[in-house]
């Protein structure tokens, strides 16, 4: 394993650590306060929110008769409500058979069984709540682009003839009529590699015709984390004039290069700013999902392309907001479950699995990409960790919402012995899981 590799720009390895903490103690706080508020709302008492393990380093009791405590391992989280034995709610039989009818009320274990399933659910509820919550916002900071063929803002690209001004609107590329955005993309998805196009814009109230780069350079739009171009140190806005020695035009050009790499190194040629400097880099074969579903296999450096310039946008009303969040929610649950059946089934590799490390070296990339960035990999987060939280399996959410639902439809809950069992081999599981992932963050590729 390449340890250098878990040491991103953001500041060392002691900021990827932060940057984890940061971001897993965001995320199971909410989490966390889902149970716990919702459990308050049912008339479920909370004993202890702990955030952290081991060693107390704060602790206050509020009015309510919680102790909210901060302890000296960040790495998770637990409500412990009245009655429970653990943190992984557990019967704490003793304790329960000493309380009167109106106390075994307030407990998780003598609650109705509508108050524990919702307590439970909570949870993962407020993980997706956050996500949707984050990009809602994000999408009404970004706004959403118009189906205008106008020019919102054009970047710095290494040309010195004409180019595109905000502004803008596109009449013709290559003498083909660009009547709205859509037409504009589908004409130059269509158009061959060249240094330069003809240009016809509407500037200023007069028509403006002139030969511009080509519509979708070899343009940065974004590096991703964990790729071969973030650790050789590419950022957003670059631009690979050539790949060795070769020169290139189009985005589509270096995504044709590099799937046919067959994983060997690849020399660019980088302009950034005015400055121009070489990078090698190596493709990794990496498992992409497809828009139709499923995945496939190619080789990757990790750069995302677009447009040769960002149309002008419009900020979407709240719902079209909520919407397009939900959207990206939903897409990145599904996206997740496919991904897990297919490792299950072999028809991706396993290695897509990552653990602690994994998650950190992410964490620390999305911070050195800037808090846009860092809050986005939060949100995708709570969404993984709210889904993980719904798996049947005894110890985690979804297993309680088993047994929730067992006692729903035979009138009567597992009994403790079977309980035991169960979150026995629920806890095995799950720590098998996770040396599997660590496995994966130590020796996979």
Known sequence: MDLIGLVPSFGGLVWTVI???????????VHEYGHYIVGRWTGIHAEVFSLGFGPILFSRVDRHGTRWQVAALPFGG???FLGDSNAASGKDGAAIDGLSAAERRRTMHGAPLWAR?????AGPAFNFAMALAI????VLVRGVATQEAVVGQVPSLPYEGQTLQAGDRVLELAGQPTPDLSTLV?????????ETVAYLVERDGRQVAFDGPFPFPPLAGGVQPQTAAFAAGLQAGDVVLAVDGTPIY??????AIVGDSDGRDLRLTVWRGGEVFDATLTPRRMDIPRAAGGFETRWLIGLTGGIG???VVRTPGPLEAVGIAGSQTWMIATTSLSGLYHMVTGAISSCNLRGPIGIAESSGAAASQG???FIWFIAMLSVAVGLMNLFPIPVLDGGHLVFHAYEAVTGKPPSDRALQLMMMVGLALLLSLMVFALTNDLFCP
């Open 19 to 29: 940057a984890f903490v940061v971001a897993l103690s965001i995320i199971v706080a």
């Open 78 to 80: 637990y409500v412990k």
């Open 117 to 121: 399933a919702l307590t439970v659910a």
């Open 135 to 138: 990009f809602t916002g994000m």
């Open 186 to 194: 589908s004409v130059a998805e269509t158009l061959p590699p060249s």
């Open 250 to 255: 189009a985005f589509s050009e270096l995504r």
């Open 309 to 311: 310039f960002e149309p």
């Open 371 to 373: 808090a846009e960035s």
